[in-house]
């Protein structure tokens, strides 16, 4: 099985509910696609964002790609299932998770299990983001 993460928008002040991404879901991968078609396909539109990731993708998404229109999607483009993964994910329900990115509205928080901090990535697509770097910042889902 691949590296899981769950794009999640958030639903209170420290919980949130989202879907799985069911490989590659390291920051390099998965957290730079994901931060780079928000500010460019969604011009920084996160309800249009959420919608697209979450709402309209119930089944959850196979990868993420750099490019826009080649994101894989369990629910339209493998139609599969999520390996008898529930369609929505919150914040109790992840201990299995190795990543979880949250559409905040002024950032992206991203999470790691097991990590004792978090980080948070501005949507300013003048931002340098260091994505091969991130994990050493990376915060506990509890």
């Not at 958030?10 to 957290?31: E, K, L, N, R």
């Not at 493998?78 to 529930?86: A, K, N, Q, S, Y």
């Not at 790691?112 to 050493?136: A, C, L, M, S, Y």
């Amino acid at each position: 099985m691949g590296t899981i993460a769950v794009i999640a928008r958030p639903t209170g002040p420290d919980t949130f509910t989202g879907i799985y991404v069911g490989g590659d879901g390291y920051p390099q991968a998965t957290g730079r696609c994901l931060w780079k078609q928000v500010i460019t396909h969604f011009h920084g539109d996160l309800e249009a964002a959420a919608r697209y990731y979450i709402d309209d993708h119930p089944r959850g998404w196979y990868r993420l790609d750099e490019a826009f229109g080649r994101n894989e999607c369990y629910c339209h483009d493998r139609g599969e299932g999520t390996d008898g993964r529930p369609m929505l994910s919150t914040q109790d329900q992840i201990s299995d998770v190795d990543y979880t990115y949250v559409l905040m509205p002024e950032y992206l928080k991203i999470y790691r299990f097991g990590r004792p901090r978090k980080k948070r990535v501005t949507w300013d697509p003048e931002q340098r983001v260091n994505w091969e770097g991130i994990d050493q910042y990376l915060i506990d889902h509890n």
